[in-house]
């Protein structure tokens, strides 16, 4: 099995500033016939179902606020908010999708400073 | 609209059974491997499993906290997907979520989720 390691597990950011998180998995994730990166980012807010963000290790889903990016290959991956906004208080998850057992990281809060 | 909605969730006693649906709207279920997403209470996300799409015969894969014990079928006339619970233990209480996984694209679609409690 893939194991998805995530970091920070909480960080407190001030309005406006940067957000960074990061995810490592156990082995490459990166499809050959693509040459993509099958790793997902989601976020989650108290009482709802996670929401998908980015796939393919840094494209957005669409309707995704530009202020998310993701970037990484191969093991290594970060999520970035570059300017946090008051509705981005939530727990964010990354997700390899490369191969079954799917497995998550488990979970980064953002919190507002 | 594109949506998923899950439902059967509820209170069962350890040793229990318990079936969850999850009915699609807005797309056609059998084009799409669906997955079946967990959440025990205060803590993170755990994939349960899988139901492939029809082209792959709606091949099924679960994880081992799970296999043996779940099963996973498909109902085309009314666009649905099933998750049946066997031999409940009180470490299945959780939010079960169904997601519709797109092709190499990652779970791009949740439903609401439905709440199981083995106690």
């Known amino acids: 099995d893939i194991v998805v390691t995530q970091s920070p597990d909480s960080l407190a950011v001030s309005l406006g500033e940067r957000a960074t998180i990061n995810c490592k998995s156990s082995?490459?994730?990166?499809?050959?016939?693509?040459?993509?990166?099958?790793l997902a980012w989601y976020q989650q807010k108290p009482g709802q179902p996670p929401k998908l963000l980015i796939y393919w290790a840094s494209t957005r889903e669409s309707g995704v606020p530009d202020r998310f990016s993701g970037s990484g290959s191969g093991t290594d991956f970060t999520l970035t908010i570059s300017s946090l906004q008051a509705e981005d208080v939530a727990l964010y998850y990354c997700q390899q999708y490369y191969s079954t057992p799917l497995t998550f990281g488990g979970g980064t809060k953002v919190e507002i400073k | 609209e594109v949506q998923l909605v899950e439902s059967g969730g509820g209170l069962v006693q350890p040793g229990g059974s318990l079936r969850l649906s999850c009915v699609a709207s807005g797309f056609t279920l059998s084009d799409h491997f669906m997955d079946w997403v967990r959440q025990a209470p205060g803590k993170g996300l755990e994939w349960v499993g899988r139901?492939?799409?029809?082209?792959?015969?709606?091949?099924?894969e679960f994880a081992a906290s799970v296999k043996g014990r779940f099963t996973i079928s498909r109902d085309e006339s009314n666009n649905s997907l099933d998750l049946q619970m066997d031999s409940l233990k009180t470490e299945d209480t959780a939010v079960y979520y169904c997601?519709?996984?797109?092709?190499?694209?990652?779970?791009?679609?949740w439903g609401q989720g439905t709440t199981v409690t083995v106690s």
């Open positions: 082995q490459s994730v990166l499809y050959s016939s693509n040459n993509k990166n099958l």
């Open positions: 997601g519709r996984a797109a092709f190499l694209h990652g779970l791009d679609v």
């Open positions: 139901s492939r799409h029809k082209a792959s015969g709606y091949i099924t």
